[in-house]
């Protein structure tokens, strides 16, 4: 029952998929340029219960400044319409709604962010990969990420809760080549890296032991080898340490072709990983949130020494249709493979618009893959643009939440999300 109700979100982000994206649903770095007010009034399942929605959701640009609203009121439908909390309970409360308030883009020489983290990646993503501080819906966190480049260095840096100091950590980053008059053409794109992470509230089980501590050194090097408007590759190796546990390196390579006789964009990323006991790759990913709460240490402690693979593809069809899909995993350990898959295709029917994304992790099987549960993350909208104001949207999430047993115990379940409502989309 459960895999049939699922069904057709996972083969909307395949068929995306196979379809052709280098960016993500409502990618939080590549905000709209253009200012537009969306708001509506809906329907929303969550696990079978219904609520009324009324939604505001406005993005505002202004030069290289942004910011963005998610501001969304729940109403009881078989409880006297009585206002939903849970989303606005602990912590920042209603500065969720702040989905983002930004300056520049990722990439930009200068780009700051404030508000929701749905997808960070620092260096290559062999620490942190796709990291997002609001997996779990309901307690999406108010983080901060600042990136600088100053052409000769520069730092990515993030900090994961304005509410308690969480996971807080920097890339710093040198061209010493650079340095030099003349700058030598191929040298001068050579980069060495340094990176720390810091996370200062581990959960062990259900129990928070504040003193429990988790810090991550890296360092590495890249060179972008080929620099042609046809073809674009680069070269790169990472080593990483957590403290008192065990460390690993790769090796990897990718290679771009941004435009192919007009009609194809093409990316493609392999990395090999030589990992010693007790360290797991792009440990900071995109269930690390949930990962952190069952206990990061026991994780850590029960890697073996071993080898692994990550594989990505990306690219686009007359750039309307984006994709970007990676797979890794680790050489003779059970369920260790980690899917990610990224789909829009905004423009390519009229009047249609349709974004997926969907993180799984624990993968063993093809069955594992296409299952939803805990280990899994997932947001589908479709969208129909019924006249120049207004939108039929239907919106699927997937997402896990913690809850308290009948014993004290935190316990996490997995929680589905219908959102049918019709909304007002105003661009200006």
């Known amino acids: 029952m459960e895999s049939k109700r699922v ?27 253009q200012s537009r007010l969306l708001g509506g009034l809906g329907m929303t399942w969550i696990d079978d219960q219904p609520y009324t929605t009324f939604t505001l959701a406005p993005d505002f640009a202004f030069g290289k400044f942004g910011f963005g609203l998610y501001f969304q009121l729940l109403f009881d439908n078989q409880n006297g319409f009585q ?19 930004r300056y520049g883009h990722k990439y930009d020489p200068v780009y700051l962010r404030l ?16 990291y997002n501080n609001a997996s779990n819906y309901d307690k999406r966190k108010v983080g901060v990420v600042a990136d600088l480049d100053f052409g000769k260095i520069g730092i990515e840096s993030i900090y994961s809760s304005l ?3 969480e996971i807080v950590g920097g890339n710093f980053y040198l061209r010493p080549f650079r340095f030099m008059n003349p700058v030598p053409p ?16 581990l959960l062990g089980g259900t129990l928070l032991d504040s003193t429990e501590t988790l810090d991550v050194l890296g360092f590495g090097a890249d060179l972008q080898w080929l620099d042609l408007p046809f073809l674009k590759s680069a070269v790169y190796w990472d080593y990483g340490k957590i403290i008192h546990f065990g460390s690993g390196n790769a090796v990897g390579i990718n290679a771009i072709f941004p435009d192919l006789i007009g009609v194809f964009g093409l990316g493609a990323r392999f990395e090999k990983r030589y990992l010693g006991a007790q360290f ?17 240490t026991a994780m850590l402690q029960a890697q073996p020494k071993t080898e692994g693979y990550f594989g990505e593809l990306s690219g686009h069809v007359i750039k309307r249709i984006r994709l970007i899909g990676s797979f890794q995993k680790l050489n003779g350990i059970s369920h260790s493979g980690i899917l990610h898959l990224e789909a829009s295709a905004p423009r390519l029917v009229p009047r249609f618009e349709l974004r997926a994304y969907y993180d ?22 479709v969208g129909y643009q019924l006249n120049r104001f207004l939108m039929l949207t239907t919106i699927y999430r997937w997402y896990w939440v913690e809850q308290t047993d009948a014993s004290g115990l935190t316990v996490y379940k997995p929680v589905e999300r219908i959102e049918p409502r019709i909304s007002f989309h105003y661009a200006f």
Not at 7 to 33: K, M, N
Not at 83 to 98: F, M, N, P, Q, S
């Open 163 to 165: 509410a308690n100091l």
């Open 115 to 130: 508000g929701s983290i749905e997808s960070y990646t620092m260096g290559s993503g062999f620490l942190m990969w796709n």
């Open 280 to 296: 797991i790759p792009s440990l900071f990913g995109p269930l690390y949130e949930l990962n952190r709460n069952l206990g990061v």
């Open 7 to 33: 069904w057709w979100a996972v083969l909307l982000v395949l068929w995306l998929a196979i379809s052709g994206s280098t960016q993500i649903f409502q990618d939080p770095y590549l905000e709209p340029e």
């Open 360 to 381: 799984k992790t624990n993968i063993e099987t093809f069955k594992d893959a296409r299952t939803l549960d805990f280990n899994s993350v997932a947001t589908v909208e």
């Open 83 to 101: 206002l939903r909390k849970d989303e606005y309970k602990g912590g920042v409360g209603l500065l969720r709604a702040v989905r983002y308030v």
């Open 186 to 201: 191929l040298l001068g794109r050579f980069r060495v890296h340094a990176t720390y992470l810091h996370d200062d509230r």
